[in-house]
């Protein structure tokens, strides 16, 4: 069996964590997105088929022809037209039965695996508290497919589509019929509907692991608090001088070194060439990412580094995520907390959204720099490349959208 894997998206809600590389490249835990995804269906497909658009060169780059002994294939979607058209690209290459997972969603091995062991063409569905917010499934009475209704008033069932399909070849034909939806795209839930009349069986897979979309920043720290829960025992590769201090879950990757007087409150990774201290306090769920630097009296909580930021000397980075050689002057600090206790709100594509959390920290894209002394407000996005100088107080998004 293949596993197509959509990665063509544009990333928009993302930005600007996507200026630079698509969505399935954001470094969650120890791996990307996308290798979350293959490893989570590696066990029931043969090979994989990654359709790529948006900077797919990086994507082709990162994971090569082969991932853990599965062959890679790639096709291209020259323009993101809708995941109907994403998988239909796949038709030079499938021809057999195959599953459909986004390359941007964190999902355990049962998920394929449930798909897989349905047979025929089938759908995945998972329990929901709130339905209406969802593409909902109603089923027959032999529990089978029987429609698809988007984010309905009154749901049928608590049954949301999860958006991962196994498909027959024959689907390729109904995908090259199926009709552009009222937002313009082609999408698969259309498909399924020429399927359902047509008399189709399609099967319904439940499925009630973990599933999580990760469009929107703030779910990027919500998807490394759940891979890092997984973390279990202390794995410690690198250097960990005399005078650390390392409590719960914590992996210190090879080539990595803690330095005297760190403390350490996992889950925490610390990658590969990074270097954490002389006297810093880090505490889960934080990755700091590989070749990052975190300096003296400095505190980082409930965050991501990437590859390359440091984070020098004396200040706070509390539930944020610091993009690719991202440098924070000394003094820097970030607030993660309104006084009125309400949940922090950020924008996405112009809304000022609900992220649901009390606590959130800042979004700053590749190579920020920051001057020192710098004070960065709670829920604030600042674009690749910006510069910030002494004692600036940033209260609003610095990006162009
Ligand atoms: P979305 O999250 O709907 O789209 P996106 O990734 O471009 O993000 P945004 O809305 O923030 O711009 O896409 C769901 C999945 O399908 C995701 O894995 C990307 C993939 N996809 C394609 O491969 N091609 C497409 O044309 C579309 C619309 C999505």
Same mark, same amino acid.
């Given at each position: 069996m293949y596993g197509v894997v959509l990665a063509a998206g544009r990333g928009t809600r993302m930005r600007p964590l996507t200026d630079q590389r698509p969505k399935p490249l954001l470094p969650v835990g120890d791996r990307t997105l996308l290798e979350h995804v293959l490893d989570a269906a590696r066990d029931v497909v043969d090979a994989f088929v990654v359709v790529t658009g948006y900077r797919g060169e990086q994507i082709r780059e990162a994971i090569g022809e082969s991932y853990r002994d599965h062959p890679v294939d790639y096709v291209e979607q020259t323009e993101p037209r809708g995941t109907a058209h994403a998988i239909a690209q796949a038709e030079p290459v499938v021809d057999e039965r195959f599953v459909v997972l986004n390359g941007d969603v964190l999902v355990d091995p049962s998920l394929p695996r449930a798909l897989a062991d349905a047979g025929g063409t089938a759908v995945a569905a998972t329990e929901v508290a =709130? #339905?209406?917010s969802y593409g909902v499934i109603s089923t027959t009475s032999d529990g089978t497919l029987a429609r698809i209704v988007e984010?309905?008033? =009154?749901? #049928?069932?608590?049954?949301?589509?999860?958006g991962c399909y196994a498909f027959e070849p024959d689907i390729f034909e109904y995908l090259d019929r199926t009709p552009e939806s009222e937002r313009g795209e082609y999408e698969v839930t259309t498909t399924l509907e020429l399927l359902v009349d047509d008399d189709r069986i399609i099967s319904v897979a439940q499925y009630d692991g973990t599933w999580l979309d990760v469009g929107r920043p703030w779910e990027l720290l919500t998807a490394t608090e759940t891979a890092l829960d997984d973390l279990d025992g202390q794995r410690l590769a690198g250097t960990v001088e005399d005078g650390v201090h390392l409590h719960g879950p914590v992996v210190v990757e090879d080539g990595a070194t803690l330095r005297s007087g760190v403390s350490v409150e996992g889950p925490v990774v610390i990658r590969a060439g990074a270097e954490v201290g002389p006297n810093a306090y880090i505490r889960g769920a934080t990755v700091v990412g590989p070749d990052a630097h975190v300096g003296h009296a400095v505190e980082v909580k409930n965050a991501v580094l990437m590859a390359g930021a440091s984070v020098g000397h004396q200040s706070y980075v509390g539930d944020s995520v610091l993009g690719r050689h991202v440098n924070f002057g000394a003094g820097t600090n970030v607030a993660n907390l309104r006084h009125d206790g309400e949940n922090i709100r950020l924008t996405v594509k112009g809304d000022h959204v =609900?992220?649901?959390?009390r606590k959130l920290g800042v979004i700053v894209g590749d190579e920020v720099k920051t001057g020192i002394n710098t004070s960065l407000n709670a829920g604030v996005r600042i674009g690749v490349g910006e510069r910030t100088g002494p004692g600036e107080v940033v209260t609003r998004d610095r990006v162009s959208e």
């Open positions: =709130d #339905p209406s984010k309905p008033a =009154d749901p #049928p069932t608590s049954l949301a589509n999860v =609900d992220t649901g959390r």
